[in-house]
């Protein structure tokens, strides 16, 4: 079997023109693979520690030159000679030499950089399609996307509290069909928040961002924009929120000051939601309480949860240990998924075998700072979940995963399977 005989480190930019991690990694029958990694802005305070170097006379003290470093001075002598077949024993060994609960040592961002390489690197020795090589021959469901077309939050600089108004092509009978479903309703929303006089400019993820007279008024003019592109809301096109409720989480409640929208308990908030999926066609709400407020995570899943899908983020990470105490304490019915959440690829392959053994659903998701890397994509198809989340009909560094997922699609032929996860 080929062995490991290079790893390099840049340090490069992300869609927000901040610092992040390229790994390359060399093998000695000639392959070279490399990976990026991405990095988040509405982020869990239990995620694993991207590591920044803290030098304000740098990129406002962002740097990754440490990170870098470590891969190269750390990292890079004790993978060199190993097979990258063997992924969880190389992902098992960054962490021991990490040795912190966080990967706070090493930086989750370095470790997850030669993680993802390595299991490139060895998809390419084997000749295979990444989706393949981590799949298996029963890696063939391409994702219902979940299209960011609307922004606010921490991700948009506007007067909407809730950070992401996803569409999801719930009636598409294929992935490239979806896509097009999506982008049309996309364009169909520019049309019309541009005939009420409202901004078109977009935000980290793509959607736009506009000033709104109200959380509500977001759902109200994609339902129309659904309907203009000549879709029926609901059949065709379905809605999905995030509203990162830990970033408008202040002193025992929710604080909607954005939109003047008031301040709210986690109950008003549930009873908000449920108003709003009888209003509008949502079919998944995600963070949509504190990362903390698990009792209130609960309360939300025995009300809704068998009419939608109520996802977990922030306060999993994508940690098999929170994923664990959400399935107990029934806290969700799914998981978003994130690499770098919890920094290395067996890991977070770990993180989806307890969705699946629980029966829940999961979303396997990019950040809101990205880069041309199309890892995401094969990974969501090897993983078989049917959801992803990587943004919106705009900016190349989501397009990117959509048109790997166009090109996966077209390589499986007949054996492409598409259906809406919420059948």
């Not at 996802?311 to 240990?321: A, E, L, Q, R, S």
């Not at 998924?337 to 919890?342: F, V």
Request: negative net charge; aromatic residues 6%.
């Amino acid at each position: 079997m080929p062995k490991i005989s290079l790893v390099q480190a840049l340090e490069i930019l992300d869609s927000r023109g901040n610092p992040t991690v390229r790994v390359r990694i060399g093998l000695d029958d000639g392959t070279v693979a490399t990976s990026s990694v991405p990095s988040g802005a509405s982020t869990g305070e239990n995620e694993a520690v991207e590591l920044r170097d803290g030098d304000k006379g740098r990129y406002g003290g962002k740097g990754v030159r440490k990170a870098v470093a470590n891969v190269v001075e750390k990292i890079a002598p004790a993978v060199i000679g190993l097979d990258p077949e063997r992924q969880a024993e190389i992902d098992a060994l960054m962490i021991a030499l990490d040795g912190t609960p966080n990967k706070s040592a090493l930086g989750a961002n370095a470790i997850l950089g030669v993680s993802m390489a390595v299991a490139r690197a060895a998809a390419q020795s084997a000749k295979l399609p990444l989706y393949a090589y981590l799949g298996g021959v029963g890696a063939t469901r391409v994702p219902m996307p979940m299209m960011n077309i609307l922004n606010g939050g921490k991700h948009a600089a506007n007067s909407v509290d809730f950070q992401e108004f996803m569409v999801m092509p719930v009636g598409a009978p294929t992935f490239g069909e979806a896509l097009r479903h999506g982008a049309e309703t996309f364009h169909a929303l520019a049309k019309l928040l541009k005939g009420k006089g409202y901004a078109t400019s977009v935000g980290d993820e793509g959607g736009f961002a506009p000033n709104l007279s109200s959380n509500e008024e977001a759902c109200e003019i994609i339902v129309k924009a659904i309907e203009a592109a000549g879709y029926e809301p609901g059949k065709d096109i379905a809605i999905a929120l995030d509203p990162a409720a830990s970033s408008f989480y202040a002193d025992g409640g929710y604080d909607l000051a954005k939109s003047k929208g008031g301040r709210k308990t986690s109950d008003e908030l549930i009873a908000l939601y449920g108003k709003w999926i009888d209003m509008f066609p949502i079919v998944s709400i995600e963070d949509g309480l504190d990362e903390n407020d698990w009792a209130g995570f609960a309360r939300q899943t025995a009300a809704q949860g068998g009419r939608i899908q109520i996802v977990g983020d922030d306060n999993f990470v994508t940690n098999p240990k929170f994923i664990a105490r959400g399935i107990k304490e029934k806290t969700a019915n799914a998981a978003l998924i994130k690499l770098n959440q919890i920094g290395t690829v067996t890991e977070t392959i770990q993180a989806i075998g307890l969705c699946r053994k629980a029966g829940w659903g999961y979303v396997v998701s990019h950040r809101s700072g990205e880069t041309e890397d199309s890892f995401l994509a094969d990974f969501t198809v090897a993983m078989g979940g049917g959801q992803i989340k990587t943004g919106s009909a705009s900016r190349s560094e989501r397009i990117a995963k959509y048109n790997r997922l166009l090109e996966i699609e077209a390589d499986l032929g007949k054996a492409a399977q598409f259906e809406s996860p919420f059948k």
